[in-house]
């Protein structure tokens, strides 16, 4: 099970000090002031509220926010919190339709140890809210629709560091492949 930055999805070194902020990983100060940017632009009202039985979710435009305030997210779940996850983590959503017992929307991500217990295993997972009922599907449905429509026009972005890239472009500029001139334009724009 790997360690990755909330921010650039880089590998943590199991040694590294821990960069932490909302319960998030971070690669570096840089990564950690990027993400804290992003989450108070996004910080704005939920466009959606989906309250489970161990907990709610709150869906926004680029993250979905678990919290478990209620007393069988705290039996679950212990004094956890809130936690965001934002898309562009999320490597895979499962909906469990409810029926004899209850149903769950689970939420996978790089390196994550989400249960393959099912339902009992559910109740325990940090990254899944359990529910019951027609409606509380239908919505939990809709949900995944509007996150995976929303990964698929926002792709990850590769996961090649700048610096890699910046030293890619050297390379081609050292072969005579670019000129000084074009290295340093892209250079400025890999850069920001």
């Known amino acids: 099970m790997g360690r990755k930055c909330a921010e650039c999805n880089k590998k943590i070194g199991m040694f590294s000090i821990d960069n932490k902020w909302k319960?998030?990983?971070?690669?570096?100060?840089s990564c950690k002031l990027k993400f804290k940017k992003n989450f108070l632009e996004n910080e704005k009202k939920a466009l959606v509220e989906f309250k489970g039985r161990n907990g709610r979710i709150s869906l926004f435009e680029k993250f979905v926010r678990f919290d478990r305030e209620n007393i069988m997210g705290f039996l679950m779940q212990g004094l956890k919190g809130k936690k965001d996850i934002y898309f562009k983590n999320i490597t895979s959503i499962q909906v469990k339709k409810p029926g004899i017992t209850v149903g769950y929307l689970q939420f996978s991500l790089p390196g994550?140890?989400?249960s393959k217990r099912g339902v009992f295993g559910s109740l325990h997972d940090e990254n899944t809210i359990s529910f019951d009922g027609k409606e509380k599907y239908n919505k939990a449905?809709?949900?995944?629709?509007?996150i995976e429509d929303n990964i698929h026009k926002?792709?990850?972005?590769n996961l090649v560091s700048d610096s890699d890239e910046i030293e890619k472009m050297y390379?081609?500029?050292?072969k005579g492949i670019i000129t000084k001139k074009e290295f340093e334009q892209k250079k400025k724009k890999i850069l920001g």
């Open 141 to 146: 449905l809709k949900i995944k629709e509007y």
């Open 154 to 157: 926002n792709p990850k972005r």
């Open 112 to 114: 994550g140890n989400e």
């Open 23 to 29: 319960g998030n990983l971070f690669c570096s100060d």
């Open 171 to 174: 390379k081609l500029m050292e």
